[in-house]
Structure formats: structure tokens, C-alpha cells
């Protein structure tokens, strides 16, 4: 093992978090803590972890931007025909990480997917830069390239194809995660984080504390 790493640690001491500081309600809670983050001026806040699980239960991670968020659940975009949404047809289970260390915190979100209508899709498909659109219309997301330059003669295709407006793509779209359970996890001194956790139940959240 490496020493040096042995010895990279910070302490937590900036805020602390109670069951009774906390929302009743886990999106609003969310919208507070984003509304503090956004505050913080971070290079990427609205982006945040998401794992998925295959057909064989292998998970994987990857890096995707959350795009809203309210009652209904917590939006991205994506290529309908990567891995992630491969993933996500044959098993909607999904976990979203959001790690923001500008103030020490975490906060972890278990939900279902379930993709955002075309109406949706395509209003924030419109919403983005041209160069954007072409990408989304050229790339095989997450098939393999065997070159870069075959990536490239892509983008030229496309960008010949449309003069006009680019329609959305079929193979493109966003998914909702609709939350059961949220975590959020604030870094206190010696370790001893506050964490609490709220759970889905028939008529709103019940909300617990859990050990560090
Ligand atoms: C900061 C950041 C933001 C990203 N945002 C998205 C996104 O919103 N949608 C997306 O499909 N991929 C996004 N990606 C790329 C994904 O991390 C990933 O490489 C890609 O979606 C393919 O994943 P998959 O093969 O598991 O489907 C982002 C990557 C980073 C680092």
C-alpha cells in the first residue's frame, strides 16, 4: 500500500445536520442543498454519479448532468442505445450519487427510471447548442470506434444532412429516476458524519438517522 495515500485526509467541521433541520419532504431538502452548492460557484453542480446494473447484475458508474428535478424525479439525457439505457430497459434500478465536497457532503438517491416523454425529450433537445445536436446525432454512444477519423466523417454527414433545424434524434432522450429512498450525508469532525435517510412510505417520508 502507499504510504502517501495513508496520509491524505481532511477533517469535516463546516455544518451539521439533524432529522429535525431537515425537510419533511427529501426534494426540497434537495433543492435546499443545491440551492447552498450552486452558491459554492463548483465547476460541474448539477452533475452526479449514476450507477445502473446489466442483465447479469455487473454494475457500472458513470458521470451524467442532472437536467431538472421536482415531485416527479430527477432528469438526464441520453443516448437511448448506450450501455446506461441498456441497462436501465432491462433493469429500471438506478442510484444516483452527488458528491460535493465544497461542503462537505453527500447525497445518495435509489429510484426507478423511466424515460421522459418524446414532448419533453425534444424540448430539451431544442434547448441545445447546434454542435451539440450533431454530436448527439453522430456518436454510437458507448459502441465501439475503431478510429476517431470515422467519429469525424460523422459529424461532417450530419452537419451536411441538416441546414435547418436538427430534429430530435430517435435514439435519443431523457430518463426520470423516481425516487424511494434518499441519503444525505454531512461530514462532521473524527468521522462521526450525520447521515440521515429518508424512505418512501404510502403517504410521504419517514426520515431516520443512521450511524457514520
Ligand atoms: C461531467 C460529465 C458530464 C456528462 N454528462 C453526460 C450526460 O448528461 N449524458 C450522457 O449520456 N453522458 C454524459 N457524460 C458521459 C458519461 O459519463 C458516459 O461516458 C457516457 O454516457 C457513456 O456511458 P455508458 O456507456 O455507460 O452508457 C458525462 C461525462 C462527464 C464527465
Not at 502517501?4 to 469535516?12: A, G
Not at 467541521?13 to 442543498?33: H, K, R, T
Not at 452558491?39 to 448539477?46: G, H, L, T, V, Y
Amino acid at each position: 500500500m502507499d504510504k502517501n495515500l495513508f496520509d491524505l485526509r481532511r477533517e469535516y467541521s463546516m455544518e451539521e445536520l439533524s432529522e429535525s433541520s431537515v425537510a419533511a419532504d427529501p426534494i426540497v431538502q434537495f433543492g435546499n442543498w443545491f440551492e447552498e452548492y450552486l452558491n459554492s460557484e463548483p465547476r460541474e453542480p448539477n452533475a452526479f454519479v449514476l450507477s445502473t446494473v446489466d442483465q447479469n447484475s455487473n454494475p457500472t458508474s458513470r458521470v451524467v448532468l442532472l437536467k431538472g428535478f421536482d415531485q416527479n424525479g430527477f432528469v438526464f439525457f441520453t443516448n437511448y442505445e448506450s450501455k446506461k439505457a441498456r441497462d436501465l430497459d432491462a433493469n429500471p434500478n438506478a442510484s444516483l450519487n452527488f458528491f460535493w465536497p465544497e461542503l462537505e457532503r453527500q447525497i445518495r438517491i435509489s429510484g426507478v427510471a423511466d424515460k421522459t416523454s418524446l414532448e419533453e425529450s425534444e424540448a430539451y433537445f431544442a434547448s441545445r447548442p447546434r454542435e451539440s445536436q450533431i454530436g448527439a446525432w453522430a456518436s454510437k454512444q458507448s459502441d465501439v470506434l475503431s478510429e476517431r477519423k470515422t467519429l469525424e466523417d460523422r459529424v461532417n454527414d450530419i452537419r451536411e444532412r441538416f441546414d435547418g433545424e436538427i430534429p430530435c434524434p430517435p435514439f435519443w432522450g431523457g430518463f426520470r429516476i423516481v425516487p424511494s429512498s434518499f441519503e444525505f450525508w454531512q461530514g462532521r469532525p473524527s468521522r462521526l458524519h450525520d447521515r440521515i435517510r429518508y424512505e418512501k412510505e404510502a403517504a410521504g417520508w419517514r426520515i431516520l438517522r443512521l450511524y457514520p
